[in-house]
């Protein structure tokens, strides 16, 4: 019986990739969503997640890196223009968020069948909390989780272990949902958690089979229609 969502935020609940990829139009010659893909999936997930995981935050070294995957000679100016549009981004997300539209109605779902709603998130979770309760008149979250508070990186299934111990939850009664593989997925499944993988890009399933969700769904209003169906199981 489930009885507890652990909710992601950005890229499950809030677009900070439409700010980005506007923003980041024409830098390197490139549209900004081929260059924020390259960031995001070729950068951020597959060398960042796998090799240098204490550079999680470090932008600077993110655009090092992905001026070598592009092979061209490092540029400081270009790589301080991209960090600061980051930056910028970052600001937009707290003062005017845009909000997937298929995220309120099934916030609004899981709260009418009395599930117990966690935001699960990296840093930042307390203000990213009373944003969308600011936005939506709505107070969602009955625990709000992030790296700073628990003590590690979301990457880690000690993460979501300290989590359900904090929100009395069973690790067979709760589900995690979430757009990133590596940390929504992979250890909340090493921690026992079901899993659903919130993928809005029609991304290839990873190919590592631990961050392979137990189901997959293209948006939050089929993550809903999921769960009715295991509810009723």
């Known amino acids: 019986m489930i009885t507890t969502v652990l909710m992601d935020y950005d890229g499950t609940l809030h677009d900070h990739d439409a700010v980005l990829t506007r923003s980041l139009d024409g830098i390197l ?31 600077m070294f993110h655009c090092r890196l992905m001026f070598q995957h592009l092979g061209k000679p490092f540029d400081p100016e270009i790589a301080q223009l991209i960090c600061s549009k980051f930056n910028e981004a970052s600001e937009k997300a ?33 203000e990213k909390a009373m944003t969308l309760e600011r936005e939506t008149g709505t107070k969602y979250f009955d625990h709000v989780f992030s790296e700073p ?31 990133t593989p590596l940390s929504d997925i992979r250890p909340a499944k090493m921690a026992g958690i079901r899993t659903i993988w919130i993928n809005r890009r029609g991304e290839p399933e990873p190919d590592a089979e631990d961050q392979r969700a137990d189901y997959e769904v293209s948006n939050l209003t089929e993550a809903t229609h999921l769960l009715r169906r295991i509810l009723s199981d």
């Open 29 to 59: 010659g490139m549209r900004g969503e081929d260059l924020y893909h390259i960031y995001v999936f070729d950068i951020h997930r597959a060398l960042i997640h796998t090799r240098y995981l204490e550079r999680h935050d470090d932008t």
């Open 94 to 126: 707290r003062s005017s968020p845009i909000y997937f539209k298929d995220a309120k109605p099934a916030l609004d779902i899981l709260k009418k069948w009395g599930l117990k709603i966690c935001l699960s998130t990296g840093r930042n979770a307390e």
């Open 149 to 179: 508070a628990l003590g590690y990186l979301k990457t880690e299934p000690e993460y979501y272990q300290i989590a359900l111990e904090k929100a009395g939850a069973k690790a067979g009664g709760t589900v995690s949902i979430g757009d």
